[in-house]
C-alpha cells in the first residue's frame, strides 16, 4: 500500500515536471516551403546545378539564406535544390531568381522573376507549435514567369508543377530546367 | 507550473498539521487526592476479601462500532483558485457511502470554466464531469478514530465544449517575418471524454463529522471525441492532456460525514496454530 502511494506520487510530480511539450520540436512538420530542383534543360532527367543562384523576396532587402558562410556568400547557392518559403498571409508570393549573382562580367548576370499564386489552409499541428499553414499552388495558373527589368533573355527555360498540394518538405513541388 | 508545484507543497504542509490536529487527544484529569498517599496510614490490617476471580469480567473490552454513512463536500483547491486565478472557474462536489469495512463508494461531480493561455494558443474549455467508483481503506484506526488512507478507481466522463480564442501559424522560416497572433473566436461543440483514474488519497478527522482531505489522481484517457482541426487540450475533471493519453489530477476536500447507522465490529478470534508433525 505504502508503495503503491509512493509509486504514484512519484508519478505526479514526473509529470508536473514534464514541460517539454511546451516546445515545438524540430523534427515536427509545420509550414512547409516550396521545393524546387533544378534539372537540364537539353537532358530533362539529369539533376543540374546552379551557379551562384541568389533568390530574393519580393519587397526584401536581403536574400534566402543558403548556408553557414559570411558575408554576402551565404545567400548563394550552388546546389541543385532550393527551398523557400510562402507567405502564409496572402495568396501570393514573388521571388526573383539571380544565376551568377555577384559576377564580375554582368552580361552572365541574369534575373528571372516567378511569382507563385497559391491558396491556403491552416492545420492545427499541437500545444507546442500551435498552427501551420499548408498550400495549394493554383490549378489554372500556378507561377507566373517573367523577365526582370533588363530585357535579357529568359534563363529559365521551363517550369513544372509536380505537386500542387504543398503538405511537407519531403517531396519536390517545382522543377525548374534551365 | 512552478506556482502549482509550490501551492502543493504547502498544502501538503497545511495537511501534515491538520494530522497533528487530529491526533490531539485531551488530556485526563487526574484527581489530585489520589496522589496523595504517602500520610495515610492503614488503621488495620487491610481484612481478607475473598478472590473472586469470575469478578474481573467486568471490565472486558468495550463492544467497538463502526459508523456508516455518506460523506459529502467540496473541492476547495477549485474553489479558491478563483480567488487567484482570472481565467479560472470551477466547482467540485465531493461524496462517499461506505460500502464495508474498507470499501466506500466514491464520486465527483463538478464544472469548470477555463481559459489556457499557451504560447501559440488561447482556448475556453468550459464543461461538467462526474467521476464514480471506489475507495479502498488501507488504514487500520486505533480505538474509534476514521481516518482514511486510500487507493481507490474512478471512471470520469465529461462533456464540454472549446473555443478557440486567437492563435498562431508556426513557421519555422520566418523569412517574411513572424506572423502575428490571429483572432479566431472558432466554437467546437459537443465534445466528449472519458478516462480512469488511480486515486491516492489521505482523509482525516479533524473535529465531530468534518474531515479533510487530499488526493491524487493518475488518468488515463479512455475515449476522446476530437474536435475537427484542434485538439482536446484541456478536458474538465482530466485537467491539461499530454502527447499520450495519460494525465494527473489533484483535490483538496472538506467534507462533512453523516452517519446512517453502526455496526459492531466482530472481535477477532486469533486462531492458534496446530502444530504441525
Known amino acids: 500500500m505504502k508503495n503503491t502511494f509512493l509509486f504514484l506520487l512519484f508519478f505526479a510530480f514526473t509529470f508536473s515536471s514534464c514541460e517539454k511539450d511546451d516546445i515545438c520540436d524540430a523534427n515536427t512538420p509545420t509550414t512547409p516551403r516550396l521545393v524546387i530542383q533544378f534539372y537540364d534543360f537539353l537532358n530533362p532527367s539529369v539533376l543540374k546545378n546552379v551557379t551562384n543562384l541568389k533568390v530574393v523576396g519580393e519587397g526584401m532587402q536581403e536574400g534566402i539564406v543558403f548556408n553557414t558562410a559570411t558575408g554576402n556568400a551565404k545567400y548563394l547557392t550552388n546546389g541543385n535544390a532550393i527551398s523557400i518559403p510562402l507567405k502564409t498571409v496572402g495568396t501570393s508570393t514573388s521571388y526573383s531568381l539571380t544565376l551568377n549573382s555577384g559576377n564580375v562580367n554582368p552580361a552572365l548576370v541574369n534575373v528571372d522573376n516567378i511569382k507563385f499564386d497559391y491558396t491556403t489552409q491552416e492545420l492545427f499541428v499541437s500545444r507546442a507549435c500551435g498552427y501551420k499553414t499548408i498550400f495549394t499552388l493554383n490549378p489554372t495558373n500556378p507561377y507566373i514567369h517573367t523577365d526582370a527589368a533588363v530585357a535579357d533573355e529568359k534563363w529559365i527555360k521551363f517550369i513544372s508543377v509536380e505537386k500542387s498540394n504543398l503538405e511537407n518538405e519531403n517531396e519536390t513541388h517545382i522543377k525548374i530546367f534551365f | ?277
Open chain 2, 1 to 277: 507550473m512552478k506556482h502549482t508545484l509550490r501551492s502543493f507543497f504547502s498544502i501538503c504542509l497545511l495537511m501534515s498539521l491538520t494530522f497533528v490536529q487530529a491526533q490531539e487527544t485531551t488530556p485526563v484529569k487526574s484527581d489530585p487526592k489520589t496522589t496523595q498517599t504517602e500520610k495515610i496510614i492503614p488503621a488495620t490490617p487491610l481484612p481478607l476479601v475473598e478472590i473472586n476471580p469470575t469478578a474481573k469480567n467486568n471490565d472486558s473490552i468495550p463492544v467497538k462500532t463502526d459508523r456508516y454513512g455518506v460523506r459529502v463536500g467540496l473541492d476547495l483547491y477549485k474553489l479558491t483558485r478563483a480567488l487567484y486565478d482570472e481565467n479560472y472557474k470551477g466547482i467540485e462536489l465531493v461524496g462517499d457511502y461506505r460500502l464495508t469495512k474498507k470499501y466506500f463508494l466514491a464520486a465527483e461531480i463538478g464544472n469548470e470554466n477555463k481559459t489556457t493561455d499557451d504560447d501559440r494558443l488561447n482556448f475556453t474549455t468550459k464543461g461538467s464531469y462526474i467521476k464514480a467508483g471506489f475507495d479502498y481503506n488501507a488504514y487500520e484506526n486505533w480505538l474509534d478514530m476514521e481516518n482514511i488512507i486510500s487507493i481507490g478507481m474512478r471512471y470520469g466522463f465529461s462533456t464540454f465544449n472549446q473555443q478557440l480564442n486567437s492563435y498562431r501559424i508556426y513557421n519555422a522560416n520566418p523569412y517574411f517575418g513572424e506572423v502575428p497572433v490571429i483572432p479566431s473566436g472558432k466554437k467546437f461543440d459537443g465534445l466528449s471524454a472519458s478516462w480512469i483514474e488511480v486515486v491516492a488519497g489521505v482523509k482525516a478527522k479533524v473535529f465531530d463529522n468534518v474531515f479533510v482531505g487530499f488526493s491524487l489522481r493518475l488518468n488515463r484517457l479512455v475515449t476522446n471525441k476530437e474536435p475537427e482541426n484542434f485538439s482536446n487540450l484541456y478536458i474538465p475533471g482530466f485537467n491539461r492532456t499530454y502527447d499520450g493519453s495519460f494525465g494527473v489530477g489533484f483535490n483538496y476536500t472538506v467534507t462533512y460525514f453523516v452517519p446512517i447507522y453502526k455496526k459492531k465490529i466482530k472481535p477477532v478470534v486469533v486462531a492458534k496454530k496446530v502444530e504441525k508433525k
